[in-house]
């Protein structure tokens, strides 16, 4: 048991080190040599965990998002907050997760541009890799119909609605440069104002 462990740590130790180094240098400039001099081995040893360079940056990213879905299930297992609180702090450990990973989105939005130009479906990749996310909302959503929280609104329009929030949330940080996200909270709590039963009202 005691071989699988090991290489299971030493796995993420590389991801996370290569992650930091996508970071600083882009996705371009890094290479294979360059990640397994930051972690301090072969690229012999290196070759045992991954084949190329892209495979992982791939799981650096598959293993940042599973960390954020961690910190996203705390919110939706908490039992003293509402429907409407729980998709509100939601939103807000969502967007402090962009704002805090700004330059990662850039380097993220470099790499499916390149990967675009392989022909590879990069919106399926996309979707799959945040299919979870969008179960979480869609599910808090659907508790919160049922408990009388938000109104009987079509699910799906809702998800996406609430969803196009945090693609442009990616765009504000990629494309217009900006660090601060408040606005975009703002927009996420008054779209959920418009879902949720008035008050005193069923």
Known sequence: MAVPVEHDK??????????TLFIEEGYEDVTFQK????????????YIYFKNKREIFSWSIKQLTNDMEKELLVVVQDKTLTTEACLRKLFQVMLAFCESRA?????????LLQLQKTQVSVNE???????????LITGVIIKGQKSGDFKALPIKK???MLYMILENAVFHIVVLGKTN??????????TIDQICMEKGKE
């Open 10 to 19: 030493r796995k993420h130790e590389i991801l996370d080190k290569a992650l």
């Open 35 to 46: 990640i397994a001099d930051r972690c301090g081995i072969t690229r012999t040893t290196l």
């Open 103 to 111: 330059k990662l989105f850039q380097v993220l939005m470099a790499y």
């Open 125 to 135: 990749r996309v979707h799959r890799r945040f299919l979870r996310l969008h179960h």
């Open 158 to 160: 809702v998800e996406d």
């Open 181 to 190: 996200l408040d606005d975009m909270q703002e927009i996420a709590n008054f």
